[in-house]
């Protein structure tokens, strides 16, 4: 292919769906940091005290969840996702809605409420499926990885000599603009923006080379997996025969199952109790113990709610190679390199490079637009720059469109 031809693909694969695109890394941006985000926008999450994980009062925060809501359904308890974060217990009313309660670490007392559509909730549906149905909404979404990937290889091909660019900073033109005769200053000053945006194009895209890699195959892997690749995992254990009633967990119980583990696995660390939700199925404590690229449900105990007994352990290296892959592509997608508590750094690395790729998105917009601009002098008063982009946008355009309305209705929906 000759280099004008692969211009060609780099810019219909930018162009195409820039709105989708631009969406997509912007939001996969905020939700690196969403919980952050809530941290930020809730009090009833910054906590006072910072305990260690494996000393966390799990009884106590169920007994708190159940006795300031003896009329509602204790789903989950989820330890503090970092040092400064409380614990929390989602719960679900009798109207059959959900919400979030937060707690203490170190006394277990409850600290304040929260939505269950929290900004974490919101970024994560909206990045993930565009808060569609997900069999719709996550393969449009992973197929965004395609473009990447045709982005990445045409834009090496197109910048020549670009191993040679690491360090090759923007510079801006030495002659003010006020300098030149006004009938040139329009047509100069869109040159320069061109000259100047298309040095920080090039910088960023190489600088972020490997984060784009990552993106592209995770993108892939998940593509794949809406699709029905999907890992298998052992199925939990079913309890027909005992008889099972809808009263909370008792405390002891609860504290004979966290006993269980630490003399199994000393170095598990507890990250989420889930309940039972019917009579069939056991109380699950999932978390992370020395392996790294899973998540927390790859490590599991699961047991039996009224007895106690331990039921079914579950352990990252009994899982396949199919779901090891399966359990590594969100860490690597979202920079969770080990959990959460103590990689916080990995996270913010991984902002910083959603920031880049944003920009990168945003400024192939902005090339194409100051092109059209420098081919047509004409249209540096008749047209805008964003009018420019959308009308070169092709038939993905008004779909495309289309989603602004649809999320902004969606959101108004969820929220309310």
């Given at each position: 292919?000759?280099?004008?031809?692969?211009?060609?693909?780099?810019?219909?694969?930018?162009?195409?769906?820039?709105?989708?695109?631009?969406?997509?890394?912007?939001?996969?941006?905020?939700?690196?940091?969403?919980?952050?985000?809530?941290?930020?926008?809730?009090?009833?999450?910054?906590?006072?005290?910072?305990?260690?994980?494996?000393?966390?009062?799990?009884?106590?925060?169920?007994?708190?969840?159940?006795?300031h809501?003896?009329?509602?359904?204790?789903?989950?308890?989820?330890?503090?996702?970092?040092?400064?974060?409380?614990?929390?217990?989602?719960?679900?009313?009798?109207?059959?809605?959900?919400?979030?309660?937060?707690?203490?670490?170190?006394?277990?007392?409850?600290?304040?409420?929260?939505?269950?559509?929290?900004?974490?909730?919101?970024?994560?549906?909206?990045?993930?499926?565009?808060?569609?149905?997900?069999?719709?909404?996550?393969?449009?979404?992973?197929?965004?990885?395609?473009?990447?990937?045709?982005?990445?290889?045409?834009?090496?091909?197109?910048?020549?000599?670009?191993?040679?660019?690491?360090?090759?900073?923007?510079?801006?033109?030495?002659?003010?603009?006020?300098?030149?005769?006004?009938?040139?200053?329009?047509?100069?000053?869109?040159?320069?923006?061109?000259?100047?945006?298309?040095?920080w194009?090039?910088?960023?895209?190489?600088?972020?080379?490997?984060?784009?890699?990552?993106?592209?195959?995770?993108?892939?892997?998940?593509?794949?997996?809406?699709?029905?690749?999907?890992?298998?995992?052992?199925?939990?254990?079913?309890l027909?025969?005992?008889?099972?009633?809808?009263a909370?967990?008792?405390?002891?119980?609860?504290t004979?199952?966290?006993?269980?583990?630490?003399?199994?696995?000393?170095?598990?660390q507890?990250?989420?109790?889930?309940?039972?939700t019917?009579?069939?199925?056991?109380l699950?404590?999932?978390?992370?113990?020395?392996?790294?690229?899973?998540?927390?449900?790859?490590?599991?105990?699961?047991?039996?709610?009224?007895?106690?007994?331990?039921?079914?352990?579950?352990?990252p290296?009994?899982?396949?190679?199919?779901?090891?892959?399966?359990e590594?592509?969100?860490?690597?997608?979202?920079?969770?390199?080990?959990?959460?508590?103590?990689?916080?750094?990995?996270?913010?690395?991984?902002?910083?490079?959603?920031?880049?790729?944003?920009?990168?998105?945003?400024?192939?917009?902005?090339?194409?637009?100051?092109?059209?601009?420098?081919?047509?002098?004409?249209?540096?008063?008749?047209?805008?720059?964003?009018?420019?982009?959308?009308?070169?946008?092709?038939?993905?355009?008004?779909?495309?469109?289309?989603l602004?309305p649809y999320?902004?209705?969606?959101?108004?929906?969820?929220?309310?």
């Open positions: 292919m000759s280099r004008r031809l692969w211009t060609r693909v780099h810019t219909l694969s930018g162009m195409g769906a820039c709105l989708l695109l631009s969406f997509v890394l912007i939001t996969g941006t905020f939700a690196t940091i969403s919980n952050e985000i809530d941290w930020l926008a809730n009090p009833a999450i910054r906590a006072q005290h910072s305990v260690t994980p494996n000393y966390l009062p799990w009884p106590e925060f169920a007994k708190q969840a159940n006795q809501y003896p009329e509602s359904t204790l789903l989950q308890l989820l330890a503090p996702f970092d040092h400064q974060f409380n614990a929390q217990a989602v719960l679900r009313n009798p109207q059959g809605e959900r919400f979030r309660v937060y707690l203490d670490p170190k006394s277990g007392q409850i600290t304040g409420e929260g939505r269950w559509l929290n900004w974490q909730r919101f970024f994560r549906l909206t990045h993930r499926h565009l808060m569609m149905p997900t069999q719709y909404g996550v393969p449009i979404v992973s197929a965004t990885a395609f473009l990447l990937l045709a982005l990445l290889i045409s834009g090496l091909v197109i910048y020549k000599g670009w191993y040679k660019g690491w360090l090759h900073w923007p510079t801006k033109a030495k002659t003010p603009l006020s300098e030149l005769p006004k009938p040139k200053q329009a047509a100069q000053r869109v040159r320069r923006s061109y000259r100047y945006w298309g040095d194009h090039r910088l960023l895209g190489l600088w972020s080379l490997p984060f784009v890699l990552l993106m592209v195959i995770t993108g892939i892997w998940y593509f794949i997996e809406s699709l029905g690749g999907r890992a298998d995992y052992p199925q939990l254990p079913q027909t025969e005992i008889e099972h009633t809808s909370p967990v008792e405390a002891a119980n609860l004979t199952m966290l006993a269980q583990i630490a003399q199994r696995q000393p170095e598990f507890v990250k989420r109790i889930v309940w039972p019917s009579a069939e199925r056991p699950v404590i999932q978390g992370q113990a020395q392996t790294w690229l899973v998540r927390d449900r790859a490590n599991h105990f699961a047991f039996d709610p009224t007895s106690g007994a331990l039921l079914q352990r579950r352990q290296q009994d899982l396949s190679l199919h779901a090891r892959i399966s590594a592509a969100d860490p690597l997608h979202f920079g969770w390199l080990k959990g959460s508590e103590g990689f916080s750094w990995a996270r913010w690395l991984w902002c910083v490079f959603g920031i880049m790729l944003s920009t990168l998105s945003i400024s192939g917009c902005h090339l194409f637009a100051t092109k059209a601009f420098m081919r047509e002098p004409q249209q540096l008063t008749a047209k805008s720059w964003f009018y420019t982009c959308f009308s070169q946008m092709g038939p993905l355009k008004w779909p495309c469109a289309a602004i999320l902004i209705v969606a959101s108004v929906y969820l929220f309310l």
